[in-house]
């Protein structure tokens, strides 16, 4: 693995269902995050970890979960999936939140809830 | 409310000069990033500005007016791979970035 992995790629799922997305890295980050991003908006945080063992909420937390139980992966799960959930999920990592720490993003999972 | 504005769409010819603007009204000032994002893929990190002043990489330049609010992207000698979205991305007093929603750039021979 190099960089930031995502899966599933794409994804149709069922209003009600529960679903999870998952994201690995392998930089060793100590911070990751999970966007969303929607035509004609901006990413906009769901929820961040600034390091193992510790979660925050972003900007729309509703109806979304994560976990952090190691440094390498940071799976968000939606536990009853809406159709206003439609979106294309981007996770991303950085080694830390502040200073001249870019975000480096996975290759995103577009999601559909019919 | 925090607020980050970028022009929705431009259009440049190869070769030329293109100047992509950037205004934000947020809470607290931590940096401000630009991202290029081609259509279907993930942002990647072009530039990052904290002081007033320009940062030159390349083809690539960004500039930052902390006391005014505002930042340019600079794109010289354009071609036609620079055709993708360009992202502003303001890092707030929590350390979150408030994404603006990018302006779309178009290419032309």
């Known amino acids: 693995i190099a960089g930031i992995t995502q899966a599933p790629t794409s994804q149709i799922l069922a209003a009600g269902r529960r679903m999870t997305l998952r994201c690995t890295q392998d930089?060793?980050?100590?911070?990751m995050y999970w966007y969303r991003q929607d035509l004609g908006l901006g990413l906009r945080l769901i929820h961040y970890?600034?390091?193992?063992?510790?979660?925050g909420k972003g900007e729309v937390p509703d109806g979304y979960s994560v976990s952090r139980a190691n440094t390498d992966d940071f799976p968000l799960t939606l536990a009853s999936a809406v159709p206003s959930q439609t979106s294309v999920y981007f996770c991303?990592?950085?080694?830390?939140?502040?200073?001249?720490?870019?975000?480096?993003f996975g290759p995103g999972t577009r999601l559909t809830v019919l | 409310g925090q607020n980050i504005d970028q022009p929705t769409e431009m259009t440049a010819t190869e070769g030329a000069i293109v100047q992509i603007n950037c205004t934000y009204q947020?809470?607290?000032?931590?940096?401000l990033f630009w991202y290029q994002q081609h259509a279907g893929e993930a942002p990647t990190f072009l530039s990052y500005?904290?002081l007033d002043g320009l940062e030159e990489k390349g083809r690539f330049s960004s500039f930052l007016s902390w006391s005014k609010g505002y930042s340019y992207l600079l794109l010289k000698e354009l071609q036609m791979k620079d055709s993708a979205s360009y992202l502003c991305?303001?890092?707030?007093?929590?350390?979150?970035?408030?994404w603006g929603a990018g302006t779309k750039l178009i290419i032309k021979p």
């Open positions: 947020t809470s607290g000032f931590n940096g």
């Open positions: 970890s600034n390091t193992a063992g510790t979660t």
């Open positions: 500005n904290v």
């Open positions: 991305a303001v890092r707030d007093s929590n350390y979150q970035l408030i």
């Open positions: 930089m060793r980050h100590n911070a």
């Open positions: 991303a990592s950085s080694d830390s939140l502040a200073g001249y720490n870019e975000q480096f």
